[in-house]
């Protein structure tokens, strides 16, 4: 054993609390960082393969469709499948095929061309459809050869079939027939999104489907799909025209080089596949969202990754500056012993190499235990609540990166350990001179290194506010940008110092005029001995910035992603997708428990343009978003911070109808109305016809528009019942009767062809009566309300007159009398509309700032919006951003109104996208849950989104990472702290001895050194409390983003939890007080004899 | 009347020859340790000190003096025996009792002068003074007195490591005189001095103790030191072997 090792040996015995102090910050602060790496890395990982497992089937899977042609079906399956194996690799995948055929020809039922039907092999078809009767096909073909079909209820209830009925079918094709037997009748009620691959998309009948080789010219009825097994189509009973293969990789626990190498064969996948299957197939198609999805989830997870490094590389600040502690009180500590060394002989080359040995054990030590630790921390971690709820809870093991991350951390705690000893060595009476006046300013003060940060702090600022987010195109971090918040930090709190030498100078002149020996020693040993002093206060400094900081991030991140949420969402709870008719969806809708408002709302995107000048025609020149929902004071729909104040309210009401509009009631719960229609024309029409249309509203304000069958102009009256709901659920009352419309058409005969010649002009006359509710059979007269109606022509182009009358049977009859041209005829567009529906001539609207930007509109100015009929709306009030329209051009505009001036100007689109709901936090959930698996809808809750936004796999980093800095930031201040007041009392013990032995008593010097520390506590805490707040004011802002690395919308507001900091300071404070005490009290306890008997060998 | 007449006790005055002693050691032991490594440090010494005596404990060095002079100003505890300062037997002194003894019975002068290196030679002397609460401008008054009196004032704001040996033990006795003693109790006040400085300080101690009509208990092997004395106790390997 060398020289070096033994005396290293025997210091290390002889100051063993001082070196395992210093160990164990090191391995507090390895611990500490090499957690952040796990974050980093296994969290990151996990959370991808987390939010891949959990994400739809629809955002994974990858998907071919064939089109076969006369191709060999079985063979181009086989090489499309064989082709997404070699795009998925390694992955486990399942996979499933539909596989279709073309149209067969069924039997005809009197229109002009032959229904069609086609067959299909549904996968999984169980899940996604209620058989109605019967069962679903268990064989290829019965004993009888027939094809075993079941078939969709609107098919079944068309041809009157029921199980057993024979359904004989002709190819398109090929003209080759074939026998089916329905075995079955279903109703479509599982996910709408699967059904997209089905040719009706679900829907069971098609009235207007194109005939094959008519090139859409010729319309029929389709009906499908025939559910057959796949073994009926590929076996050669019936003919396959399409497949569709679909692969989920099983993406659970797949490693990171799979996921990449997955990710790099998507982008190729398409042209990979279509020259796998191209000579078996006529075309193929290759579809997947797996590519955006992995994309989208990285770029969280480098949102993520910023603010994780961000918080890192505070902690890193705040662990060196604990070691740095450290350092300057070991060499403290050791200062005499190495002068002493010195002056016998030892150069400097040997002290180093004995302290660098020493360091080295210390770093080898810290690099075996740290990460271990931080194993068991990250564990601890993601073992609380929200963690395991995202699914993070799993042993991360002892990876590459985080053993290197630890050795990184120790080697440079080593070096920073060497950091003192590098000073020029001096002799021990130098040495001791240097301790008698020592200057107040610390060295960073006078090397102004404090103002050097200061100025690297404001360019890394100022970088950040220019380039707004570290987050770099493609998912990298701006090293530069993402160190800024350390380095405001760093230089917030070596200013701090600058104070030091005002505080104590001050708390010495209150020393002085202190009777007393407690409060002046205290000021003293911080105003004489400010190195000591200087290094505790920038601990704590950093350590309550760093605490206040994050806590104002994660108050900030979390409440501004829940804001995010709620503009994104706009309401509580919004459903689509709902397959039924929309008064069975206001039926459904209704139902659910626990809504407390509701509305349908239109949400699309649309063509639109400013309004043109006089005598200028309209151009369209952009697409916006647009919402249509229920503005009117009281419902109380919309969520979400306004850009104006709290909520929306205010700024709804500018676009709010001002008038109520009333209708027709039709009472009791009706499920059909009659009315009765006459018509004439003068001079006689005899080929035209009159298309009616009904427009009756529901409770929720939605207005349906109901078709009536053609009616002959021969001024006779006409009776027509119009059923108002296919299901047994109850409509949603009181129903109203709000407009009435009439189409003059050409009739055509049975070939397409005019029937004769139309007049030039033509008066028509329509009367409406006897308007009647029916339910159970039993019809009610539904009264006009003679005031309340108006009417308008098709086109706009002359006033029809309204004339309200008394029919013989005393029921009130509207009579609408107008004169139109034989070309409005033709084309379709003469006619007239009746309505209760209160004049709209322009709709108000809010707009979004990018829509006036983007059309350089401004308040006040008209624009066109295209909803089917173009529709002059006005600008009434603009906003950042829009309620469901976070971001781009939008407008907001009154459901109400929208559809008012539709339904007069004779559309028929009820203008219903989805609904929005409003619930309570409690009950969203289960509404959300409802409408899922009972409505087979789409639910977007902004609870849920919020939670995902903030708890999810992806970003539950940033909580994990600020958690983690704020017990770090705990923990260092109080071992650094204990540290200090260890070392301060052990290098004082001897004067305290004396001290005693002067007629000092042990508590009353405890109290001396607890003052002491409440006077550098006070300096630390105030300057950081500050620092804190100016980092969370300044930087928080720019670091809370949206899940996209985007400004957030709406913009952050900065929150300040002080509660949580109160706590998190007052449990800092206790702990250092209560280390400290003990710590003192502990190093006080040898007795004042002994101390004095070893004299100066401290 | 002179400055160190001024500053003394006015009950010392009133002692007399006769009084009862300050301190009493009565068959006092103390060993370190245990078994055959116990270092039996004192062994049933005894003496007595009169009030206003200057004793010269003498002997080698680890014979004992240091544990002796602890255990009299109540630093440490003896073993066996016992000893009384001021009419309190300090074995059986609370910690409180005792740290009322040191603050106001017995003052100590260190070997290495046990100044805080970071005080002034005024903030040190003050301590004591701190200790008994003493209104500022009265501490004032009396720390200018007593570095007058040990002829510092010139050194007054001087730290500790701005001064020669000599002054820092100076200082440390103008601090041991601050709270007027009863007893004051140096441990080789001049060991780390040189000869000359240390006589000199040898007989500031004298003047003093005669001036102050204090009790002063001086280890030392210094034979110059030893002729100052009034007495000689001596020990050796911590038995008593001269009184």
Redo the contacts between chains.
């Keep these: 054993m060398s020289w070096s090792v033994r005396i290293m040996w025997r210091r290390a015995v002889a100051q063993r609390t001082i070196i395992a102090t210093v160990l164990a910050v090191a391995i507090l602060g390895s611990t500490l960082l090499g957690t952040f790496a796990l974050l980093l890395t296994s969290s990151e990982q996990r959370a991808l393969t987390v939010t891949l497992t959990r994400s739809p089937p629809s955002a994974t899977e990858l998907e071919t469709g064939l089109t076969i042609g006369l191709n060999e079906p079985d063979a181009a399956i086989a090489t499309a499948h064989a082709a997404l194996a070699e795009v998925t690799g390694d992955l486990a995948t399942t996979s499933s095929q539909w596989v279709a055929s073309p149209p067969y020809e069924l039997p005809r039922d009197g229109g002009a061309s032959a229904p069609l039907g086609y067959l299909a092999a549904v996968p999984d078809v169980e899940a996604l459809a209620t058989l109605r009767s019967g069962t679903w096909p268990v064989a290829a073909t019965d004993a009888a050869g027939r094809v075993q079909v079941t078939v969709p209820s609107a098919a079944a209830e068309h041809f009157a079939w029921s199980v057993g009925s024979e359904v004989p079918l002709e190819s398109t094709a090929t003209q080759v027939a074939a026998r089916a037997v329905v075995v079955g009748v279903y109703d479509v009620t599982g996910d709408r999104t699967r059904w997209a691959r089905d040719l009706l998309d679900g829907m069971g009948v098609d009235p207007s489907f194109p005939v094959p080789g008519t090139f859409g010219f010729i319309l029929t009825s389709a009906y499908g799909p025939f559910v057959a097994t796949p073994e009926a189509l590929l076996g050669g009973g019936v003919e396959v025209a399409s497949a569709t293969i679909v692969t989920q990789p099983q993406i659970a626990d797949s490693s990171p080089a799979a996921l990449a190498s997955l990710r790099a064969r998507l982008d190729t996948a398409g042209r990979e596949i279509a020259a796998a299957v191209g000579p078996q197939v006529t075309s193929s198609t290759f579809r997947s969202r797996l590519a955006g999805t992995i994309d989208s989830a990285q770029g969280q997870l480098a949102v993520t990754r910023v603010s994780v490094v961000v918080v890192g590389l505070m902690l890193a600040v705040l662990a060196i500056t604990v070691l740095l502690l450290a350092a300057r009180l070991l060499a403290e500590r050791r200062a005499t012993e190495q002068s002493l060394m010195a002056s016998r002989g030892a150069t400097g080359r040997q002290v180093l190499a004995l302290a660098g040995l020493e360091a080295l054990l210390v770093a080898a030590l810290t690099t075996a235990v740290a990460p271990v630790l931080a194993r068991l921390l990250y564990r601890l971690t993601t073992a609380q609540g929200v963690f395991r709820r995202a699914g993070l809870d799993v042993d991360p093991h002892l990876p590459g990166a985080l053993w290197l991350t630890c050795a990184a951390a120790s080697l440079v705690f080593a070096a920073v350990l060497l950091g003192p000893l590098l000073r020029r060595s001096t002799s021990v009476v130098d040495a001791e001179q240097q301790q008698v006046r020592q200057d107040r300013r610390g060295a960073v003060t006078r090397s102004g290194l404090d103002l050097a940060l200061v100025a690297l702090a404001a360019v890394a600022y100022w970088q950040l506010r220019q380039y707004r987010s570290p987050v770099l195109a493609g998912g990298g971090i701006d090293a530069v940008l993402v160190a800024g918040p350390a380095l405001f930090l760093l230089a917030g709190a070596a200013v701090t110092l600058r104070l030091l030498p005002l505080v104590a100078a001050g708390a010495e002149r209150l020393a002085a005029r202190s009777r007393r020996l407690v409060l002046p020693l205290a000021a003293w040993e911080v105003g004489r001995r400010p190195g000591r002093a200087s290094g505790a206060v920038l601990l704590l400094t950093l350590a309550v910035a760093v605490g206040v900081f994050s806590q104002s991030f994660l108050a900030t991140w979390r409440s501004s992603q829940i804001d995010q949420a709620d503009v994104q969402v706009g309401t509580d709870l919004r459903v689509d997708q709902l397959a039924t008719a929309p008064f069975a969806q206001s039926s459904a809708i209704t139902a659910l428990q626990g809504a407390t408002a509701l509305s349908p709302v239109a949400a699309r995107s649309v063509d639109l343009g400013a309004a043109p000048a006089p005598g200028m025609l309209p151009s369209v020149s952009t697409r916006a978003d647009m919402v249509a929902l229920d503005t009117r004071p009281g419902v109380d729909l919309v969520r979400g911070s306004a850009p104006t104040g709290p909520n929306w309210a205010a700024m709804l009401t500018t676009v709010a109808p001002t008038d109520v509009s009333v209708g027709a009631e039709l009472p009791g719960t009706p499920t059909a109305l009659r009315l009765t229609m006459t018509a004439t024309a003068e001079p006689a029409a005899p080929t035209t016809r009159l298309l009616g249309s009904v427009v009756v509203q529901d409770a929720r304000g939605l207005r349906v528009t109901f078709r009536l069958p053609a009616v002959e102009v021969d001024g006779a009256a006409h009776t027509v019942t119009v059923p108002l709901t296919t299901t047994d659920a109850p409509l949603v009352g009181p129903l109203r009767v709000v407009g009435l419309g009439s189409q003059l058409i050409e009739q055509l005969d049975p070939t397409g062809a005019t029937a004769g010649q139309l007049p030039d002009h033509v008066d028509l006359g329509v009367t409406v009566s006897d308007l009647r509710s029916v339910q159970d059979g039993v019809e009610t007269p539904a009264p006009f309300d003679p005031a309340a109606w108006r009417a308008q022509s098709l086109p706009d182009r002359w006033d029809p007159a309204v004339e309200v009358g008394v029919t013989s049977d005393d029921a009130l009859a509207l009579t609408t009398r107008g004169t139109m041209s034989s070309l409005d005829i033709s084309t379709g567009t003469a006619g007239f509309t009746m309505t209760t529906l209160g004049p709209v001539t322009v709709v108000p609207v809010i707009a979004s700032d990018a829509l006036l930007d983007e059309l350089g509109l401004e308040i006040g100015d008209r624009i066109l919006v295209d909803v089917g009929i173009s529709v002059t709306a006005e600008i009434t009030a603009s906003a950042p951003y829009l309620p469901s329209m976070p971001r781009g051009p939008g407008f907001l505009v009154d459901r109400d109104l929208l559809t008012r001036t539709l339904v007069a100007a004779g559309g028929t689109d009820p203008m219903l996208d989805e609904w929005w709901v409003a619930a309570d936090a409690d009950a969203a959930p289960t509404l959300a849950s409802t409408a899922r698996t009972e409505l087979h809808a789409t639910a977007t809750s902004r609870y849920e989104l919020g939670e995902s936004l903030t708890d999810g796999p992806l970003p539950i980093g940033v909580q994990a990472a600020l958690w983690t800095v704020a017990a770090a930031s705990l923990l260092l201040a109080v071992a650094g702290f204990a540290m200090s007041a260890t070392i301060s009392v052990r290098l004082r013990r001897l004067e305290f001895a004396r001290l005693e032995a002067l007629g000092a008593s042990r508590p009353g010097l405890v109290r001396a050194v607890l003052a002491e520390h409440t006077l550098l506590g006070a300096l630390g805490v105030s300057a950081g409390v500050v620092l804190g707040a100016l980092l969370g004011r300044l930087v928080v802002p720019l670091l809370t983003v949206a899940a996209d690395g985007a400004r957030p919308v709406p913009a952050v507001v900065v929150h300040w939890p002080w509660a949580a900091e109160g706590a998190l300071l007052t449990l800092m404070v206790t702990l250092i007080c209560v280390a400290v005490t003990s710590t003192t009290v502990a190093l006080l306890r040898p007795t004042t004899s002994s101390l004095l008997r070893l004299g100066d060998d401290r | 009347m002179s400055t160190a007449r001024h500053l003394a006790d006015p009950q010392a005055a009133l002692l007399e020859v006769t009084a009862p002693p300050i301190v009493v050691v009565d068959h006092v032991g103390k060993t370190y340790g245990t078994g055959p490594a116990a270092v039996h440090a004192v062994q049933d010494v005894s003496f007595t000190i009169q009030p206003g005596e200057l004793i010269a404990l003498v002997g080698r060095s680890g014979s004992g003096k240091?544990?002796l002079l602890?255990m009299i100003?109540g630093?440490?505890r003896p073993d066996a025996g016992t000893v009384t300062v001021d009419g309190r037997e300090v074995s059986t002194l609370t910690?409180?009792g005792l740290?009322?003894l040191?603050?106001?019975v017995v003052?100590?002068v260190?070997?290495?002068f046990?100044l805080?290196?970071?005080?002034s030679a005024t903030?040190n002397v003050g301590?004591?003074l701190?200790?008994?609460?003493?209104?500022?401008d009265v501490?004032e008054a009396r720390v200018a007195l007593l570095l007058e009196l040990v002829g510092l004032t010139a050194h007054a704001r001087q730290?500790?490591?701005?001064m020669s040996g000599g002054q820092q033990q100076r200082v440390a006795i103008a601090?041991a005189l601050a709270?007027s003693p009863r007893l004051l109790i140096a441990d080789e006040p001049t060991g780390q001095l040189d000869t000359e400085t240390g006589l000199a300080i040898m007989a500031l101690l004298r003047a003093v103790v005669q001036a102050e009509g204090m009790t002063a208990l001086i280890s030392t092997h210094d034979p110059l030191m030893i002729q100052l004395a009034d007495r000689v106790v001596r020990l050796a390997d911590g038995k008593l072997v001269e009184d």
């Design positions: 240091t544990t602890n100003g630093l440490d910690e409180k740290v009322a040191r603050r106001d003052s100590f260190f070997q290495t046990g805080v290196p970071v005080l903030e301590i004591p701190r200790l008994r609460a003493l209104p500022t501490r730290r500790p490591g701005e601090r709270n």
